[in-house]
Nanobody, 126 residues
Framework: QVQLVESGGGSVQAGDSLRLSCAAS????????MGWFRQAPGKEREFVAG????????YYADSVKGRFTISRDNAKNTVYLQMNDLRPEDTAVYHC???????????????????WGQGTEVTVSS
């Protein structure tokens, strides 16, 4: 079992940057693949980025590729999402998620994740 707590959200202007953090409890963090998802008001939850257990492989939604970077520090039980050049359409609640499977082509499917954080809100104004 793992508990996830996100932080780092806020209200920014278009073009600004934010760094989200997701702190995980427990000593088995390195065994989980991690993902970031977001949900805007009135929209379905969508995949943002994923990272494998070692941090050596990352995956991104086309909408954030080149602007967002996912990383992890297994010694600190934390996964990060660096968001640059933010746009109004990035406004959403951002959730991190963990899954204990080995798969390289299913990161975008929310149903494959076992644990979710409560989310942190990001608002980008133009």
């Amino acid at each position: 079992q793992v508990q996830l707590v996100e932080s780092g959200g806020g209200s920014v202007q278009a073009g600004d940057s934010l760094r989200l953090s997701c702190a995980a409890s427990g000593s088995t963090f390195s065994t989980y693949q991690m993902g970031w998802f977001r949900q805007a008001p009135g929209k379905e939850r969508e995949f943002v980025a994923g990272i494998n257990r070692s941090g050596g492989l990352t995956y991104y939604a086309d909408s954030v590729k080149g602007r967002f970077t996912i990383s992890r520090d297994n010694a600190k039980n934390t996964v990060y999402l660096q968001m640059n050049d933010l746009r109004p359409e990035d406004t959403a609640v951002y959730h991190c998620a963990a899954r204990n499977i080995a798969s390289s082509n299913t990161y975008r499917f929310a149903s494959t994740y076992d644990y979710w954080g409560q989310g942190t809100e990001v608002t980008v104004s133009s």
